[in-house]
C-alpha cells in the first residue's frame, strides 16, 4: 500500500471488553512501533518489533496489553479487560530498520480513536 | 535515559508572522533529532531531521531547525506561517547509540490566526 494503514479507525467499547487494533505497515518496512496518544500528552511507547526479533515490550502499560507480528508484517495490538483510562488514539508506525539507533524516518497511520464506556 | 521538553504546549500567532517552537533534549549519548506535524485526525509526518553534519536544517513547507548542542536545543522555525500550518508539532529524539526507541515531547499546538 501507499502509507501505513490502522483498522478500526474509531472503537468503542464496554469496560472490561477485549480490543484488537490492526497495522499494515509499509511494504518492506522492518520495524515497525505502537504508540499511545493520550489528550494534552506526547507519543507513549508501547512496543517495537524489528523483523524476527524479540519485540520490545518495555513500554506496555500492563500485561493486558499485547501485540503480536505476523510474517513480520501486519501486526495486531490486544487489549485485554478494557479500562477507561485506556481511551487514546493508538498509533502505529514503520521504518526502514538502520544501523546504530534510529536514523530513518518513521512513518506513522492514521491511528484508531479508542474509546472505553 | 533521554527526555525531550517542549517549552510551549500551545503557540498562537497571526498569519504571514514568523514563529519559533523550542525543543530542549537530555541525553548522555550522542542524538538523532526529529520534528514531526500531525494535521486534525492524521498520523504524524515528518518535517525534516538531525542526524549529522550542518546543524542548520531544512524540511518541508518551509520550515527549518538548528541543532545547538551546548544549549541542548532544537528548536524549529518559519519565517512565514500560514493557516494551513495550524497543526500539533512533536520534537523527538533518539540516540545514535543503538536504541530504536525514540522519546517524543508532548506537543506544540501551532494556531495560527488570520
Known amino acids: 500500500g501507499a502509507g501505513v494503514s490502522q483498522s478500526p479507525s474509531n472503537k468503542v467499547t464496554e469496560k472490561g471488553k477485549d480490543v484488537e487494533l490492526r497495522c499494515d505497515p509499509i511494504s518492506g518496512h522492518t520495524a515497525l512501533y505502537w504508540y499511545r496518544q493520550s489528550l494534552g500528552q506526547g507519543l507513549e511507547f508501547l512496543i517495537y518489533f524489528q523483523g524476527n526479533s524479540a519485540p520490545d515490550k518495555s513500554g506496555l502499560p500492563s500485561d493486558r496489553f499485547s501485540a503480536e507480528r505476523t510474517g513480520g508484517s501486519v501486526s495486531t495490538l490486544t487489549i485485554q479487560r478494557t479500562q477507561q483510562e485506556d481511551s487514546a488514539v493508538y498509533l502505529c508506525a514503520s521504518s526502514l530498520s538502520s544501523a546504530g539507533g534510529l536514523s530513518n524516518e518513521q512513518f506513522f497511520g492514521p491511528g484508531t480513536r479508542l474509546t472505553v464506556l | 535515559a533521554q527526555s525531550v521538553t517542549q517549552l510551549d504546549s500551545q503557540v498562537p500567532v497571526f498569519e504571514e508572522a514568523p514563529v519559533e517552537l523550542r525543543c530542549n533534549y537530555s541525553?548522555?549519548?550522542?542524538?538523532?533529532l526529529f520534528w514531526y506535524v500531525q494535521y486534525p485526525n492524521q498520523g504524524l509526518q515528518l518535517l525534516l531531521k538531525y542526524l549529522s553534519g550542518s546543524t542548520l536544517v531544512k524540511g518541508i513547507n518551509g520550515f527549518e531547525a538548528e541543532f545547538n548542542k551546548s544549549q541542548t536545543s532544537f528548536h524549529l522555525r518559519k519565517p512565514s506561517v500560514h493557516i494551513s500550518d495550524t497543526a500539533e508539532y512533536f520534537c523527538a529524539v533518539s540516540s545514535s547509540g543503538g536504541s530504536y526507541i525514540p522519546t517524543f515531547g508532548r506537543g506544540t499546538s501551532l494556531i495560527v490566526h488570520p
Open positions: 541525553s548522555s549519548v550522542s542524538v538523532y
